[in-house]
């Protein structure tokens, strides 16, 4: 099974930006599609991104126009740049596959919005 390792979550205030990557332990995104989830407190995990093996990119509408979702192959990294962040996307941002094994998923990183 591939592991999945995220980081780069963190206390940011309102209107900043962080940038979450997630490590593959092997080339995969050439073959899934790849995801960023979140949970907040007491609310059930939620799409946030979304990136076909192709490159197609689908957004939740809470952060059309203010997160971007990219890929390095050659790292195997997945990434989320979060700019304009809101307290309300407070949560753990979790990054996410899904193979004929069953879904994937990191161990997550805590984003924190606060001022």
């Known amino acids: 099974q591939v592991q999945l390792v995220e980081s780069g979550g963190g206390l940011v205030q309102p209107g900043g930006s962080l940038r979450l990557s997630c490590v593959a332990s092997r080339s995969i995104f050439s073959i899934y599609a790849m995801a960023w989830y979140r949970q907040a407190p007491g609310k059930q995990r939620e799409l946030v991104a979304h990136?076909?093996?192709?490159?197609?990119?689908v957004y939740a509408d809470a952060v059309k126009g203010r997160f971007t979702i990219s890929r390095d192959n050659a790292k195997n990294t997945l990434y989320l740049q979060m700019n304009s962040l809101k307290p309300e996307d407070t949560a753990v941002y979790y990054c996410?596959?899904?193979?004929?094994?069953?879904?994937?998923w990191g161990q997550g990183t805590q984003v924190t919005v606060s001022s």
């Open positions: 996410h596959y899904t193979s004929a094994r069953g879904p994937s």
């Open positions: 990136m076909t093996s192709v490159g197609t990119t």
